[in-house]
């Protein structure tokens, strides 16, 4: 499937089913820990990159296959609400099935009336907010011109007030960048504008090509638990799973997602080892074969071997 990835199981989204609506990769940031490497050229405005049509097409069906979603979450190869046409897709996708909308977004461009309109229909919305002060927006998120902290959080703030769905805002916590006391009480003080339903913490657990970034440390975790926790409640996800086993072809899957992302070893072979519950050794053997294509490498991140893709084996668009 060239749009339709997944489901992928996570602690925030149980089984979501993924659609990437970008071509690789399209953004209007160049965030420091991106696990998509360098953003090249920033975009900004926004475009159909692919038919509408054709997108909804292979989400009816994937529909069709995957049965028991918790979610249809919109997540793209950049910044997803780039692509014009989204709050079509997402209407389209309400009248397919009852599975909740999702959409995860840099919100960067939700201080446009019109991309605010586009996501209304949908059930949760997930844009990020990793700091409280301009200088730390543009040290981490590095937006592209004109795209200011200001701009960001007068979007969110916009937002909120006409959004009836769930807001989660994403936090990606940087150890020793965002992950201060005084970091930490800004980006609070702008959470309490925004008034979100959640905050959902995230950490830097996969690697990040183009540049070295770190974990933070349990106890700056705790802080940054209890700062927030004063302008929303605060979830601190487990790292995610993957579940492949409606996969009706399991490397094309695994192609499918590690595109997208790197995914730890250890989590590749879990997801394997749960397609075969009879025979212990398969996901072993099943993971041998599919390194043998040459279509991944292994890289070190945080003393964890991951699986990500090699250059121009990937998906083709
Ligand atoms: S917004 Fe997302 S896709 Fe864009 S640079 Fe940041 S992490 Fe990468």
Redesign the pocket.
């Known amino acids: 499937m060239k749009y339709v990835f997944g489901p992928v199981s996570s602690k925030r989204l149980g089984q979501s089913l993924g659609v990437d609506l970008l071509p690789p ?1 399209s ?5 420091v ?4 490497g360098k ?1 090249r050229k920033l975009v900004t405005e926004r475009q159909e990159f692919f038919p509408r049509e054709e997108i909804l097409e292979e989400i009816r069906e994937a529909l069709k296959v995957n049965k028991g979603l918790d979610w249809i979450t919109f997540v ?4 997803t609400m780039l692509y014009k046409g989204i709050g079509w897709l997402i209407a389209e996708v309400k009248k397919l099935t009852t599975t909740p909308v999702a959409v995860i977004t ?1 919100g ?1 461009l939700l201080y446009l009336a019109e991309v605010r309109q586009e996501l209304l229909q949908a059930d949760a919305v997930l844009p ?1 907010l990793n700091a409280g002060s301009e200088k730390l927006h543009d040290e981490i ?2 937006p592209a011109p004109g795209l200011t902290f200001r701009n960001h959080v007068e979007g969110l703030v916009a937002f909120r007030q006409e959004y009836k769905g769930k807001l989660w805002i994403e936090v ?1 916590l940087l150890g020793g960048i965002n992950d201060s006391d005084e970091a930490l009480r800004d980006l609070a003080a702008v959470l309490k504008k925004i008034d979100p339903d959640m905050v959902h913490l995230i950490l830097p657990t996969r690697p990040a090509p183009e540049q070295e970034v770190h974990l933070p440390t349990e106890e700056r975790i705790e802080r940054a638990i209890a700062i927030l926790s004063e302008a929303a409640t605060v979830v601190n996800p487990l790292k995610g799973s993957m579940d492949l086993r409606n996969a009706p072809d399991l490397l094309e899957a695994v192609t499918s997602i590690i595109s997208r992302h790197p995914v730890q070893q250890r989590e590749l072979h879990k997801a394997i080892a749960d397609c075969f519950p009879e025979e212990s050794e398969k996901a072993e053997q099943m993971m041998a074969v599919m390194f043998a294509t040459g279509r991944f490498k292994l890289v070190e991140h945080n003393g964890e071997p991951y699986w990500v893709i090699k250059e121009g084996s990937g998906l083709q668009r």
């Open positions: 990769k953004c209007s940031w160049n965030c820990y991106c696990q998509l953003t793209g190869s950049g910044e840099n960067s990020s998120d590095r990606m």
